[in-house]
């Protein structure tokens, strides 16, 4: 059964700080692993998408990596901002067409 | 449309009554996805729909749960005698893919449910 961890649960930072978020799973065995953001009451926006056979994507200030061997994912954000504030949300999908989200980090950016 | 669209986006009922969300998603997404989000909690996965496949309904929580979708396009998501641990956001998603799962997936803003 695929799991999906998200380590920290909460993370605190200054802005203007470069930060990781973890994203770690138990069955390598998958097509892909998304990364989103969730601001509260809102729904999940998309932020980026990296196929099984990719190692990385970016976009803008945001890198994601993927090491399927391992189980593991990082969201990586440079400079932070107060308006990066959020909870971050990792997905694997995986055969079957499930998508198994982890539980996600709430990330506070300090002005 | 542009998105996906989900109403109402709120609701709220007493228990016991029956309620309806419905999704429409983007125009030729043929796979779509309900997941619920209870307060603080994550995305617990509801039922997903693949084109003219059956859909995975494994993710139901009981039989007072189901979901249809007409026309391969828009889905309601029916909730019977509803119960105060209905409660909940619930999101609806969909994906462009025809064969596989590595298509982008995109959510809507969610219809929240409060059951009193």
């Known amino acids: 059964k695929q799991e999906v961890t998200q380590i920290p649960a909460a993370l605190s930072v200054p802005e203007g700080e470069n930060l990781v978020l973890n994203c770690s799973f138990t069955d390598s065995a998958i097509y892909n692993l998304q990364w989103f953001r969730q601001d509260p009451g809102k729904g999940l926006t998309s932020l980026l998408l990296?196929?099984?056979?990719?190692r990385e994507q970016t976009s803008g200030r945001l890198n994601a990596s993927l090491d399927k061997s391992s189980g593991r994912s990082t969201l990586y954000i440079a400079a932070s901002q107060p308006g990066d504030s959020a909870t971050y949300l990792c997905a694997v999908g995986r055969g079957g067409f499930k998508t198994i989200f982890g539980a996600g980090t709430r990330l506070f950016v300090k002005a | 449309g542009a998105g996906v669209s989900q109403s109402p986006s709120n609701k709220v009922t007493e228990k016991g009554k029956d309620v309806e969300l419905r999704c429409d998603p983007i125009s030729g997404h043929t796979a779509l996805y309900w997941y619920r989000q209870s307060l603080g909690q994550g995305l617990e996965f509801l039922i997903y729909f693949q084109g003219n496949s059956a859909p995975d309904k494994s993710g139901l929580p009981s039989d007072r749960f189901s979901a249809e979708r007409t026309g391969g396009s828009v889905s309601t998501l029916t909730i019977q005698r509803t119960q105060q641990e209905d409660s909940a956001v619930y999101l609806c998603a969909s994906r462009p893919d025809l064969t596989l799962n590595t298509g982008e997936l995109f959510f809507g803003e969610g219809s929240r449910l409060t059951v009193l």
């Open positions: 990296i196929q099984s056979s990719q």
